[in-house]
């Protein structure tokens, strides 16, 4: 039961031929079959998830109906959840319970989801392994000496090992393709603006997005149905119809154009991964899809600005954890400034560290203007890069990351390559456009991802394209050998 796909349970539930007490049951008897080999989870919420079963299934019985109604989720441990604990996997917040809900919580709730836990994550969203979590690393399903990606590890890590069903992560320069291409599942990061930021624990406000990890583009667009759409909570949040995504699965690719930058195989690629992407492009062109060249002339500036401008962001948002009205604090203290400076030393992790103090530097007077200002500009050169490459077709496709996953502990001590694991996939957070993340291939035995990019708030085509090449491939159905 635990195997199923978001589309097969409820098929199953609104028949009857299972409940979801049932169901649940089966997810939390997996999670205790393999969650100390993979550890995707930090808090289990069994009681609650139980309950909420319990109501679905009386909802079900009532004859209702809703898009995720019954269906086992995970929340990635920065999205706020009334009553339970919400930590961003950092000690500053270990014992933080979240007063309120966030908005796709609420959106959750509403199509009638069974949230059974919270997951793992690179403390604060900072982090392409999963290893800068304070409890401990997630390890990959697929070889548990790897790294699950990162930050949403976790999530990534428990779809994969069928201990939820789907689950939420967040993107702010890879966070859910890269780990989605790791772990061998779907992952969408929907364009900026496209889903509520309200109760989400911000790391770095422009470019964050909360989206889904599932088991296959069908399951993401009936997440997304659910999850998205204007919310008046968050002023960043578009005003901009949602579409019923799983129209889009109806949709032929012929004549669609795809577009195969030229900056993205430039060499620095493991061979075996290239060789799935460019055998994946030419699985889209047999299914009628026709290849166009395109430019993003200022890619190698990408990975500079965004970590100006993500550590400039985290440098503000991050100043909030004082001691003073949530959270850790220090018990050694002799006055105010002192207690800060403790707490702020105690409670945060290596890396968290790291990234305040670049993006206090970067905001300082003086370097403003050298470094922050400089970053934006630049990022207003992506975005246009991208503008002008999808005029001249409907999706963009490349990697998500230059190898498959790599060891546990091989980039710990070395945060230079760590950030350039992202190097694929920080360029669609500058330009704010919607990118999605399905395995097509293996390489080293370890799977591989396909990247599609797409024109603001045009998911649609992602899903379209994504859908159509899962129905002619089997990749996304293969099994972790957990």
Sequence with gaps: MHRTTITQARELLQNKKISSVQ????????????????????HLTREKALQQAKDADARIAAGEEAPLLGIPIALKDLIC????????????????????????????????????????MDEFAMGSSNENSHYHPTKNPWDLDRVPGGSSGGSSAAVSAHE?????????????RQPASFCGVTGLKPTYGRVSRFGL?????????????????????????????????????????????????????KGMKLGIPRE??????????????????????SLGMQTVEVSLPHLDYAVAAYY???????????SRYDGVKYGYRTEKSDSLVNMYENTREEGFGEEVKRRIILGTFVLSSGYYDAYYLKGQKVRTLIKQDFENALEQCDVIASPVTPYPAFKLGEKLDDPLQMY??????????????????????????????????????????????????????????????L
């Design 81 to 120: 959840t009334e009553g339970s604990r919400t930590t961003c996997s950092s000690k500053i917040l270990d014992q933080f319970v979240s007063p309120y809900n966030a908005t796709v919580t609420e959106r959750l709730n509403k199509a009638g989801a069974v949230i059974v836990g919270k997951t793992n």
């Design 23 to 42: 169901l649940t049951e089966a997810m939390f008897a997996r999670i205790d079959q393999v969650e100390d080999k993979v550890q995707a989870f930090v």
């Design 201 to 253: 624990v911000a790391f770095a406000s422009s470019l964050d997005q909360i989206g889904p990890l599932t088991k296959t583009v069908a399951d993401a667009a009936t997440m997304m149905n659910v999850i998205g759409g204007k919310d008046p909570r968050d002023s960043t949040s578009a005003d901009v119809a949602l579409p019923d995504f799983t129209r889009a699965l109806q949709k032929d690719v």
């Design 420 to 481: 350039l694991a992202d190097i694929y996939t920080i360029s669609a957070n500058l330009a704010g456009i919607p990118a999605m993340s399905i395995p097509c291939g293996f390489a080293e035995g370890l799977p591989v991802g396909l990247q599609l990019m797409g024109k603001h708030f045009d998911e649609s085509s992602l899903i379209t394209v994504g859908h159509k090449f899962q129905q002619t491939t089997d990749f996304h159905s293969q099994e972790a050998p």
């Design 264 to 285: 993205y195989f430039s060499g620095g690629i493991n061979p075996a991964v290239e060789k799935a992407v460019q055998e994946s492009i030419r699985t889209l062109e």
């Design 308 to 318: 100006i401008i993500a550590c400039a962001e985290a440098s503000t948002n991050l």
């Design 164 to 176: 939820c069903v789907a689950a939420l992560g967040s993107d702010t320069g890879g966070s859910i």
